[in-house]
T-cell receptor, first 110, second 114 residues
Framework: SQQGEEDPQALSIQEGENATMNCSYKTSINNLQWYRQNSGRGLVHLILIRSNEREKHSGRLRVTLDTSKKSSSLLITASRAADTASYFCATLRNDYKLSFGAGTTVTVRA | ETGVTQSPTHLIKTRGQQVTLRCSSQSGHNTVSWYQQALGQGPQFIFQYYREEENGRGNFPPRFSGLQFPNYSSELNVNALELDDSALYLC?????????????FGQGTRLTVV
């Protein structure tokens, strides 16, 4: 079973717009991570946020974490065509395994 | 480029056969985990190895087995292949302090069972 669930399942935006996707999870976590996957190949790590952190930035990425609501959001600002990919949230619990959601497919139109 | 390499990149097997997938972890990483990703789904955790010992397993039957070698490279073996085993198999490595470090993924092996 998957711990995290992303919302929406798919997102289509114009280049230059912002893209926001959300992730909800079920149990307490140690940290939450976001990954990108292009064309069904390997996953690229984007950002990790610990359970005691509320917000983190990395370049054009902004991640928030609300442990009381068991939810996280990923914001990509000023999107580019190269941001077209699937985005996954993954939670790490104390059993050390990453649990992934089903992902959000983002399409950035030129 | 994550430094994690998987081989082969693509593989076609017949139902009932056995397959071995290989993963070389990033230098200095002693933890390797394997994931199965069916089409349109997120990766599902198969198992994890830390210093040559399995230290975590997901909901996969015993015909999914693995090994980690002294150089921390790893193998995933699947016996008695079924059609539903068709998927992208991903390997990831992590270093020490693995609770709060990122996992580095390889490009995956696309397995097709016919």
């Amino acid at each position: 079973s998957q711990q995290g669930e992303e919302d929406p399942q798919a997102l289509s935006i114009q280049e230059g717009e912002n893209a926001t996707m959300n992730c909800s999870y079920k149990t307490s976590i140690n940290n939450l991570q976001w990954y990108r996957q292009n064309s069904g190949r390997g996953l690229v790590h984007l950002i990790l946020i610990r359970s005691n952190e509320r917000e983190k930035h990395s370049g054009r990425l902004r991640v928030t974490l609300d442990t009381s609501k068991k939810s996280s959001s990923l914001l990509i600002t000023a999107s580019r065509a190269a941001d077209t990919a699937s985005y996954f949230c993954a939670t790490l619990r104390n059993d050390y395994k990453l649990s992934f959601g089903a992902g959000t497919t983002v399409t950035v139109r030129a | 480029e994550t430094g994690v390499t998987q081989s082969p990149t693509h593989l076609i097997k017949t139902r009932g056969q056995q397959v071995t997938l290989r993963c070389s972890s990033q230098s200095g990483h002693n933890t390797v985990s394997w994931y199965q990703q069916a089409l349109g789904q997120g990766p599902q955790f198969i198992f994890q190895y830390y210093r040559e010992e399995e230290n975590g397993r997901g909901n996969f039957p015993p015909r999914f087995s693995g090994l980690q070698f002294p150089n921390y490279s790893s193998e995933l073996n699947v016996n008695a292949l079924e059609l539903d085993d068709s998927a992208l198999y991903l390997c990831a490595s992590k270093g020490t302090g693995f609770l709060n470090t990122e996992a580095f993924f390889g490009q995956g092996t696309r397995l097709t069972v016919v």
